[in-house]
């Protein structure tokens, strides 16, 4: 019978409903922590061995996905091809074309150096034991003299030996690297061609409306945030490169253009890039001059200049688009490069940068603000 005031029927519904929700929670299957240690157990288990599997298949993942990385990079470029007429398959060819011209460029202009560079390899080392030694020691707390450098592992003859071992792997390795090159090419025009019907794939895969607009925006922000990145990153290590060729040149180095040319290249690769280029010019500073200040003036300056560049000129440029954690790199390229090597240190940066731009449009504050398709 209906309660002419009504709040006693309401009290009987809402206490039906409190009593409902508590049979629920007394059936609902309890997890003890054995249970849950067991599922993190799992869990575990299965992260090491899919690290396995991406350990043990490195010459073939290395290839593809660094096909796919310089795809989504040209996104913005094959989009804009696509926009003027081209279809997929021509602006492929001709993206893929452009990218290996350049770095045949690239191989052409480093082949004689390093030729050179091998065949000096023996006379190089021995002016570096002429000109180190009697640095060392001047630095009696290192407790290293001459006759450390004469015998066992780090005499020279062990050196000249090691040198010609190194080479003879990197010979050795040609072959696979060609492979694995020709794996690249092909991955990249055939990327490229069906990139959209990739897209497309992908997008319908997810059954509701939200989600499609939510990959849709996720796939639209990662193209964005590559090529804006590496787009305005080669403008800022070319200028790089040009500096550090002045540099070279007025330290009196040989080979500015080379060096150059190397702080290209190595900026892309953050930490370790500048690392190894501070030392090269360093050392060869001290090869070439006879004192220690003049020697190491290149590489003091080269370090300056790109600490300005990566602090002032990389934010002014990017501001706010686009915020990279420099921990988050860093622990990127310290895994991949255990992981894959030198390959592994090229991709963490833009896998990095794919995982965080993931993180960020799938965040709740940003998918309330964000309901509408992407432009």
Not at 210 to 221: D, G, V
Request: charged share 15%; proline share 5%.
């Amino acid at each position: 019978m209906h309660d002419i005031s009504g709040k006693p029927a309401e009290r009987r519904l809402l206490q039906g409903s409190v009593d409902l929700e508590a049979d629920l929670v007394e059936d609902a299957p309890r997890r003890y922590g054995l249970d849950i240690a067991a599922a993190w157990a799992a869990i575990g288990i299965f992260a090491i061995m899919a690290m396995g599997v991406v350990y043990i298949m490195a010459p073939i993942l290395i290839p593809l996905c660094l096909a796919v990385v310089t795809g989504l990079i040209f996104g913005v470029a094959a989009e804009k091809l696509n926009e003027f007429g081209i279809p997929p398959l021509p602006t492929a060819l001709l993206l893929a074309g452009v990218f290996g011209s350049g770095l045949f460029l690239v191989a052409g202009l480093l082949a004689d150096p390093i030729a050179q560079l091998a065949a000096n390899a023996p006379d190089l080392v021995r002016g570096a034991y002429d000109r180190i030694t009697p640095l060392f020691s001047r630095l009696g707390w290192l407790n290293i003299s001459p006759e450390t450098f004469q015998g066992g592992q780090m005499s020279m003859e062990k050196v000249l030996e090691n040198t010609g071992s190194i080479l003879g792997i990197l010979s050795s390795s040609l072959t696979p690297a060609l492979l694995q090159g020709m794996i690249f090419f092909a991955a990249l025009v055939l990327f490229l061609s069906a990139r959209l019907k990739l897209r497309q794939m992908i997008i319908m895969s997810f059954p509701r409306r939200s989600q499609r607009l939510t990959t849709i925006r996720i796939m639209n922000a990662i193209d964005s945030s590559l090529g804006y990145y590496f787009a305005t990153a080669a403008l800022v290590y070319a200028a790089l490169g040009v500096v550090t060729g002045l540099i070279t040149w007025g330290g009196g180095l040989a080979m500015p253009a080379l060096w150059g040319l190397f702080a290209f290249l190595s900026s892309f690769v953050p930490f370790l890039g500048v690392t190894l280029m501070t030392i090269a010019l360093a050392a060869a500073g001290l090869l070439t001059h006879e004192t220690l200040m003049m020697g190491l003036l290149p590489a003091l300056a080269f370090f300056l200049v790109h600490l300005a560049m990566e602090n002032l000129v990389m934010p002014a440029v990017m501001g706010k688009r686009l915020e990279v954690n420099a921990f988050i790199i860093f622990t990127a390229i310290i895994f991949w490069t255990w992981m894959w090597g030198a390959a592994g240190a090229m991709l963490a940066l833009p896998l990095s940068i794919i995982g965080m731009t993931i993180a960020d449009e799938l965040r709740p504050a940003k998918r309330k603000a964000k309901r509408s398709l992407p432009g």
